[in-house]
């Protein structure tokens, strides 16, 4: 069995043909996907489709820093401090996609960093796991876990715990991540592409610290880079990673299965 840990199946994208989307994935021993949430309307659309695929699709809840409106306290209540929430709570096995991205717009730091507090203290007071975006931030979101996150998740008596989505940092600035929480490798497409610092990050990581993703439809891995991404081609990155890793992909879907088992608390066995 394989988990793709991060994929938007409510996209655009996948309108058409999400049943044979989620069939195809099926065959390629994919056989869990937990789908990222960037807002309040995926949110919506995420538990629609999980409801119509338990034990095979699984929820998350969160604000992408790309999603972010103009009163980022309002935006964080309306979705997350709700009865509806609250009853959907059990299903829900992550809090995310949230996070941190400057790679287009560098103004709102602090607003994308007040965003992320909001919901990393809601995930810490329910036990919930992050999937954090960080993007051309991985600094301001280091200085942000030593000051802020990291004594609030110690005062709470928790542990940050999370998967670095598309991990895009250097090996030392993951090896920082780990003193302040226990965060998880996301390795998808990116690891195939020419150039790659991914496999370097993945030898450094080993298979213990890693899980996989696509972050369909978007990131591709070769040869279907440029195309629309999906779940199923997470088996074409376990096959990379194994070589990376020198080992075989069973033992890449075996251990990365277990690590986002253990982390999302996914117990169903089929
Ligand atoms: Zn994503």
Not at 25 to 48: N, S, T
Not at 63 to 79: A, G, R, S, T, Y
Not at 126 to 147: G, S
Not at 177 to 187: E, K, M, S, T, V
Request: hydrophobic letters at 40%; glycine letters at 4%.
């Amino acid at each position: 069995m394989i988990i793709d840990t991060h994929c938007h199946l409510i996209d655009d994208a996948f309108q058409e043909d999400v049943e044979e989307v989620i069939l195809r994935a099926q065959e390629a021993e994919v056989q869990k996907i937990v789908l990222a949430c960037c807002d309040e309307q995926d949110f919506d659309k995420i538990i629609a489709l999980c409801n119509k695929h338990p034990e095979v699709l699984y929820p998350t809840i969160g604000i992408h820093p790309e999603n972010m409106e103009e009163d980022v306290e309002k935006q964080f209540e309306h979705l997350f401090l709700n009865e509806k929430t609250e009853q959907l709570l059990p299903s829900l096995k992550a809090v995310g996609e949230i996070g941190l991205d400057l790679h287009w717009d560098k103004s709102r730091l602090a607003d994308q960093q007040r965003l992320l507090c909001r919901q990393t203290e809601w995930a810490l007071q329910h036990n919930l796991p992050l999937l954090l975006h960080i993007r051309d931030a991985m600094e301001p979101f280091l200085q942000q876990c030593r000051e802020e996150l990291f004594p609030m998740a110690e005062s709470m008596g928790k542990t940050l715990r999370g998967i670095l989505h598309c991990y895009s940092g250097t090996i030392e600035q993951a090896q920082e991540a780990q003193r302040y929480g226990d965060f998880l490798i996301g390795i998808g497409g990116t690891l195939t592409y020419k150039k790659s610092s991914v496999p370097d990050i993945a030898r450094a990581a080993g298979l213990s610290r890693i899980v996989l993703e696509t972050d369909a439809p978007y990131l591709a891995p070769m040869p279907q880079r440029g195309h629309r991404n999906e779940p199923a081609f997470t088996r074409i990155t376990c096959q990379a990673l194994a070589e990376v890793l020198n080992c075989t992909p069973e033992e890449v879907a075996e251990q990365t299965t277990r690590n986002a088992r253990e982390l999302l608390c996914i117990k169903d066995l089929n």
